[in-house]
């Protein structure tokens, strides 16, 4: 099936949140709404019903109309939170339905069972429901894209890091696993979809490569039957990271991660109890977890675990507690690299991120010599639906970041007017701490301050009108019968 036809499927699939409209159903609602539907259904395209309890399977929905079919939906999603296989009891833990009238459940499963099933499971279901996930994340309107780091970054991620089969792969804020999925895809696509391994090392990968935890129930959902599709039967816990259930995350030899931006919920410090450094950044507190739960170098693996984790500027020059955790962070491991990222590429627009790169030192001291940091945000173009990223725009940093894994492929510094430059570790302590590190001057600035050029002004507010529009357009064909 060319990847045309899966567009195909997910357009049809994402129209029918249409005919909830009148519901009141919103976009969040309707993908969990899809995941309940599409789990029964693609349990019978993949033959393993069998997991299901007999009278709660997909045929129990087809053969039914009106109001029996509306009250037996709703018995379902609550039997099946506690029958059935653990999979399947997680993914409907908690299930109701926001769906009132029986005709348009009806409508529901009708057209999800009129789809072209042959073809998708040719490509492959779980890429349909990862379409199914981008397209929440990429309508502003449903809110989503709090949770989903865009591909074209997790790819590049995923292909310097280089993850391997045998190691332990962990994502502390895990959302729909998009991190999580992408280095299994890259360890399938390089042994032969595990065939290349032993039983038993097929069975490390499937039942225990990686690590998950999320903190919201519904995305919770949402990565349990994403890694289903995948064929990846890792646990994935619901919990939260930042109390003390996050210790059971721990040696792990890579972890990839994009953690919630802001602070704690009511401005509460996290409940762990082993954090050096209290704070409630939550960048700052997940940034503690990850450097402490990476795995020592040891007699067997000469390189201790490696990370890549997405966050925010703030993190790079916070004082106070901010500077002593950064410090702690150069001490206990090798921070290597950052990439400084275009802005506009997450769902809040002003926001600016960076990928910090970094292993753990054999040493609580003494871990980071240098830092080399690579400036993808300075005389970059406005990303919006006009100007997508793509994998593209991620080339030239792969190419200087090097053939090795850790970082230590051999560098050159590009100098004042190029995008890759060395930063000594004295350097950085004589700036406090702060590893907000830039030189390039901004073309698009003008002399005398650092405030954009007119013409750049208006061609960002031609990009953002005209998002809006598009955004009102989408609205009126919603809203016109």
Known sequence: MAASKTQDIVAK???LCNVLKDDGVTYHQYVNELTYLLFLKMAQETKTEKQIPSGYRWADLTSREGAPLLEHYRLLL?????????????????????IREPRHLHKLVTDINALDWYSARQEGLGDLYEGLLE??????????????????LIESIVSVMRPQAGEVIQDPACGTIGFLIMADRYIKERTDNLFDLTTAQQEFQRDTAFQGMELVPDTHRLALMNGLLHDMHSPIILGDTLGNVGKQLHDADLVLSNPPFGTKKGGGLPSRDDFTFPTSNKQLAFLQHIYRSLRKPSAKKAHGGRAAVVLPDNVLFEDNTGAQIRADLMDKCRLHTILRLPTGIFYAQGVKTNVLFFERHSAETGGTQEVWVYDLRTNMPAFGKRTPLTREHFAAFETVYGDD???????????????????????IRKRGENLDLSWLRDDN?????????????????LENLRDAMDELQDLERELVP
């Not at 609550?78 to 296989?85: D, Q, R, T």
């Not at 397209?135 to 074209?152: D, I, L």
């Not at 005398?448 to 507010?461: N, T």
């Open 445 to 461: 600035a003008t002399h005398h301050d650092d405030l954009p050029a007119p013409e750049v002004l208006v061609a960002g507010a």
């Open 13 to 15: 699939l994402w129209n």
């Open 78 to 98: 609550i039997y099946l939170g506690s029958h059935g296989a653990e999979r399947v009891q997680a993914i409907f833990n908690n299930a109701s339905t926001s």
């Open 405 to 427: 894994a850790h970082g230590r492929a051999k560098r050159k510094d590009t100098g004042e007017t190029g995008r890759f430059r060395r930063f000594t570790r004295e350097e």
């Open 135 to 152: 397209k929440n994340a990429t309508e502003t309107k449903s809110g989503a894209g709090q949770y989903f780091t865009p591909r074209p």
